[in-house]
């Protein structure tokens, strides 16, 4: 008689249904014996880089994920509070607690609004998620469109959301802590500073806002400007789930990892997107590192239970979009490392091209759905150098 080993297929929980949450979910089925719980506070799958149109009213976020992810994933709509490593469960809001045999930790990244400035966590909304781009949106609504808008923050995000907003004909002005767009090549910062200027964005540079009250900002050298609405754009945080976990961080609360992307605490835990640390070097935090990161992590589990040794990060950048408005943008160039060329794209075709990243972002998590392991990015970015004898896991100096 002989006796035949029963195998068990492996537990993955996914937390985080983000660009890198949800491609990794569908990048796991490249193994037919796993088994995925895919787990996200929200019903619907969240394009944040579309939440400046969901704000301004000038196109929607959300997209079903009924057609984004694999038939057999299964998706739980609550929040984790606790990882609990020693007994392999990850506890949610709602009191239930999901087994594992690993994690993929891709939340995200959230506003950061800083509560050292008075008024601003009461009186600033913030733009990073889904529900505070919906309140912006009824705000927007009850206000007149002379009313005055301000918008804290010139990175990209502050940049896509003022033009958003003055192409609509509303007066706006865009707070620059120090310099305009500064991810952007310097003469990319002048073709963004010419559209903002036509378009009557007032920008002060190297303002530095001290307060925030309910029809006003005040600056650090004592100005005052009138503000019907103040909008938030300037930083981003992660949230604290890693930490509350007894997990490291780094400062921001990012999951410290090693270059295979797992923890440097526990082998099981595998992290991904915006809340990744690698080597307490993180890259950018973008839908374009997110989405290779999420397949990066996947493969991590995946060879994890093949008893394989994972690959370390192999990826580059190419640059970045920004929609200005609808009917233009910039598509900045970079080197594989993210540093900027002088050389962009404006005008309408850069438009074109930002909706057709957008979309891209999408369409990804469909394909990798459809034909686990099809997606492919640009590889070759360097990263920090490791010492060789460094252990596994440690990240650094």
Same mark, same amino acid.
């Given at each position: ?14 937390? $985080?249904?983000?660009?890198? $949450? ?34 301004? $009213? ?51 990244? =959230?506003? +950061? ?13 913030? =733009? ?9 949106? +009824? ?30 004909? %509303? ?18 910062? %002048? ?27 005040? &600056? ?15 930083? &981003? ?68 239970? +093949? ?5 370390? =990060? ?14 233009? $943008? ?34 990804? =998590?469909?394909?990798?759905? %459809?034909?686990?392991?099809?997606? &492919? ?10 010492? +060789? ?9």
């Amino acid at each position: 008689m002989s006796t035949h080993e029963v195998h068990t297929p492996s537990k993955v929980v996914v937390i $985080g249904g983000g660009y890198a $949450g949800a491609l990794a979910a569908n990048h796991l089925r490249m193994r037919a014996d796993v088994d995925i719980t895919l787990v996200n506070p929200r019903p619907d799958f969240v394009e944040r880089i579309r939440l400046h149109q969901l704000a301004a $009213g000038t196109g929607e976020a959300t997209v079903d994920y009924g057609t984004l992810l694999g038939e057999d994933i299964q998706l739980v709509v609550d929040s984790a509070t606790r990882i609990d490593t020693a007994a392999r469960t990850v506890r949610l809001a709602s009191g239930r607690a999901l087994v594992y045999d690993y994690v993929i930790y891709a939340v995200g990244s =959230i506003a +950061a609004i800083p509560s050292s400035i008075p008024g601003a966590a009461e009186f600033a909304l913030p =733009i990073a998620e889904l529900e505070s781009a919906q309140r912006l949106r +009824a705000r927007l609504a009850e206000l007149p469109f002379d009313a005055p808008v301000t918008v804290v923050g010139a990175g990209l995000t502050g940049v896509e959301t003022a033009a958003e907003l003055a192409e609509q004909g %509303r007066a706006v002005t865009l707070v620059c802590g120090r310099t305009l767009a500064p991810s952007l090549s310097a003469p990319g910062r %002048r073709s963004v500073a010419r559209w903002l200027s036509r378009h009557g964005v007032v920008v002060l540079e190297a303002a530095v806002v001290s307060e925030v009250r309910p029809d006003a900002v005040v &600056f650090a050298d004592g100005g005052v400007r009138a503000s019907a609405l103040t909008i938030w754009t300037a930083g &981003f945080g992660v949230p604290d789930l890693a930490a509350a976990s007894g997990l490291r961080t780094d400062a921001l609360g990012r999951l410290l990892t090693d270059e295979t992307l797992t923890s440097v605490d526990d082998d099981r835990i595998v992290a991904a997107g915006d809340a990744a640390a690698p080597s307490g070097q993180p890259l950018r935090m973008s839908s374009q590192a997110a989405q290779p990161l999420g397949a990066q992590a996947a493969d991590t589990v995946l060879s994890r239970i +093949a008893g394989t040794e994972p690959a370390v =990060i192999d990826q580059a950048f190419t640059g970045s979009c920004v929609s200005l408005g609808r009917r233009a $943008g910039i598509r900045q160039l970079a080197r594989k490392d993210d540093t900027t060329v002088n050389l962009y794209i404006a005008g309408r075709m850069a438009a074109v091209i930002k909706e057709a990243t957008c979309k891209l972002g999408v369409s990804r =998590i469909r394909r990798e759905a %459809r034909k686990p392991g099809s997606g &492919f990015w640009p590889k070759g970015g360097p990263r920090p150098e490791q010492p +060789a004898s460094a252990p596994r896991g440690v990240a650094s100096p």
